[in-house]
């Protein structure tokens, strides 16, 4: 353990009077002990904000609460307050008030895609599980604002076990994603309770576990939770990093218990306005998290979620970074930069264009250095018709299960064995008119 430091200090001695300083590692008393108030804030801190904040403060969180782990406060640069990555994506900002064109409640459309309580099956194969409905730390970008803090959101035993119970019985589920809230905010006991069940149903190959705690609440990544995630294998951790400078010293401790426990390790970051819309400060963070045996994952564009307008950039903001990655560092320092459809078409990835164009014989391409090159196909290639008659085919896959296996979307298209020429939207207006007409 290493020294406190004064700042830490003074937000133990504001936010408990009976705080010791060894507290600080307790997960519970930094849950107890969460900053709420604008009073406690401004103590905890040594800081004063002007009336206009102040007032600012009141109207935004009466719409979306606050909450603030003392750890996570500790790491808010106060010598410049207003710019400070943590303190953005910690303390209300007025902004959160406006509701732009285009913004929605749900836009991911969670609670359209959700055939049980508690799970979103959006996806052929996997299913979002939301088993809890609490966080540490209330990120101002959350997608899930609008039901943070909601007391009829919470997860009951009754519609957990019915969640539990479509998983049970849909066996083209071979991923489970935890996620809520923050699981981890759960005891061990119920997460053990929760990861042994599906453990017992077969058809369920791999579980992961989205958390913000080893950001926000490291202490969280105890060794008895540890001991207990362990049994769970094979089980998949994805975390949240949004900015190099929250790898601190318990962050990175808490990083090695999990990786140590052979628990893969991914991070998902939001790209946010102010925060990390840059590409040095991505490069930073990535470079942090893959020397933490982190693996960034994915990339996020800002949803449409009401109240995130000032944290949203443009597309091309992402694609810049992609840009300054791809190609001038190591492949696995680099996430797929996605965009969650708006209406629930799930993550769509977005990506600078190398293929400039093609012929029937070359493909001419371009490098990160903006170097043109070809590549020559190949003069002829033989198609294999595929019929999906694995057992004479000349590949000899010998999948089991191939024959339930069905193409869909654009994989439809491509598929021999499938007649569709093309995938039309629903209510298409020019095919309306076809079968009025017909
Ligand atoms: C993100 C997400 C998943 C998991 O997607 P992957 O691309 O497999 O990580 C599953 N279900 C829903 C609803 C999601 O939003």
Redo the contacts with the bound molecule.
Sequence with gaps: MQTMSKQQKQIIRTVDEDGVLSHWRDWHWQLRHCVRDLDTFEKALGVQLDARMREDFARTVAKFPMSITPYYLSLINTSDLANDPVFRQAFPSPLEMIISRGDMADP?H?GE?SPAPCV????PD???FLVSNTCSMYCRHCTRKRRVGDLASIPSREEMRAGMDYIRHTPQIR?V?LSGGDPFLLSDERLDEILTELDGIDHVEVV?IGTRTPVVLPQRITDSLVDMLRMHHPLWINTHFNHPRELTASARRALTRLADAGIPLGNQSVLLAGVNDCPRIMRALVHKLVANRVRP??LYQCDLSEGLSHFRTPVGKGIQIMESLIGHTSGFCVPTYVI?APGGG??IPVSPNYLISWSTNKVVLRNYEGVITTYKQPDSHEPIFCNRDCENCSLQLGLEDADEWKAVGIEKLMADHDETISLVPAGNGRYQRREDDA
């Design positions: 991911l969670e895609d979103t099956h959006r996806y996997r299913v979002l991923d994603l992961r994952y994915y969650d799930g993550k």
